[in-house]
């Protein structure tokens, strides 16, 4: 199975391969300019070169782009709308110049225009991306959301809307993130829930138009519509789930990549990755203590804080109460 992870490209989109090959991935996904800036400089000649090298000498294949996640082809503001049209085609034609096998966009939220109107406002968007971008051959992938808000693609049939309404359909395809459709309500816990949940998908979008999985464990529950992702096997989804998930033979030829939380070093995509191969391979390793995830981080820093104040309240109690001289 082609496995990977969500790479940084500090340094340069081809940067991105040495870090995939540390952790021992053989599927990737990058981001081709800065995901939160609206502009972008063009790709330098050198680092298209560089990046068809490492490609080449890493043998990782394919790789695919997340878009940034300023653009919303839902947006009914006409300005936003239009910011998010160009940017698409630009994130677009860097995918094309660097051979990436698809560019994994999120619908887009409808900002409370409903969800038919967001649906055919992502359609038309869409429409003129690629009147923008004739002939590219990088499909675009949409992504399944948690339905946070409101986004838009949280239930499969939103997604096929979309492709039904688009003049170019043969041009989308789809990707599939595991906790995203877990919060949005398809259940993954159980071998039954995993059947059932591809079933659906493949009647309603189609398996054969699945090019890439996000695995991701969930922080929150089933059906919170929420997006938080977990490490594998340490969120709500949990380790059974995954283990059917990875050993169905439909997703076989699916190309997976983690967005799971990472410090700088990635030994958590290394050990997350790890833990996906052994599942996939029909085993269940022993389990390891869990890995910090960044709520963890931020709640062990309140907690820190927390103790200090306490302790400093304790001593300035302790100095008023000497200072008066009640004791006990
Ligand atoms: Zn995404
Ligand atoms: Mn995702
Ligand atoms: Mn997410």
């Known amino acids: 199975m082609k496995l990977g992870a969500h790479m940084s490209v500090a340094g340069g989109v081809h940067t991105a391969f040495a870090r995939a090959e540390s952790v021992g991935g053989t599927a990737l996904q990058i981001f081709v300019k800065n995901a939160s800036q609206w502009a972008a400089k063009p790709l330098p000649e050198e680092e298209i070169r560089?990046?068809?090298e490492e490609r080449k000498r890493t043998g990782i294949l394919p790789v695919v782009a997340h878009d940034s996640y300023l653009i919303n082809l839902a947006s009914p503001a006409a300005a936003l709308w239009k910011m998010s049209i160009r940017a698409m085609v630009n994130e677009l034609e860097r995918c094309e110049l660097l051979a990436l096998d698809g560019l994994v966009a999120h619908p887009g939220s409808h900002v409370g225009s409903g969800?038919?109107?967001?649906?055919?406002?992502?359609?038309q968007g869409l429409d003129d991306v690629f009147r923008r971008s004739p002939g590219l051959r990088v499909p675009i992938l949409l992504e399944t959301t948690a339905g946070q808000g409101s986004n838009l693609g949280w239930r499969f049939e939103?997604?096929?809307?979309?492709?039904?309404?688009?003049?170019?359909p043969e041009r989308i395809s789809f990707c599939l993130d595991t906790c995203?459709?877990?919060?949005?309500?398809y259940d993954l816990r159980t071998a039954g829930a995993v059947?059932?949940?591809l079933d659906e998908f493949d009647q309603v979008c189609g398996l054969r138009d699945l090019k890439a999985v996000h695995l991701n464990d969930s922080l929150k529950p089933f059906e919170s519509r929420r997006d938080r992702h977990a490490h594998i096997g340490e969120g709500e989804i949990g380790r059974a789930g995954f283990a059917t998930f990875m050993t169905d033979p439909r997703l076989a030829d699916v190309p997976m990549v983690l967005e799971t939380?990472?410090?700088?070093?990635?030994?958590?995509?290394a050990r997350n990755l790890e833990l996906i191969r052994a599942l996939a391979a029909g085993t269940m390793p022993?389990?390891?203590?869990?890995?910090?995830?960044?709520?963890?981080r931020k709640g062990t820093l309140k907690g820190a804080a927390k103790i200090a104040r306490e302790r400093s309240k304790a001593r300035r109690d302790a100095n008023s109460d000497a200072a008066s001289g009640s004791g006990r």
Request: hydrophobic share 40%; proline share 4%.
């Open 50 to 52: 560089l990046f068809a």
């Open 115 to 123: 969800e038919s109107q967001g649906l055919k406002r992502i359609a």
């Open 158 to 168: 939103q997604l096929a809307t979309i492709r039904d309404l688009v003049r170019e």
């Open 180 to 185: 995203h459709v877990f919060a949005a309500g």
């Open 195 to 197: 059947a059932a949940t």
């Open 261 to 269: 939380p990472k410090g700088d070093e990635a030994k958590e995509d």
């Open 286 to 296: 022993k389990r390891k203590r869990a890995m910090p995830t960044e709520a963890w």
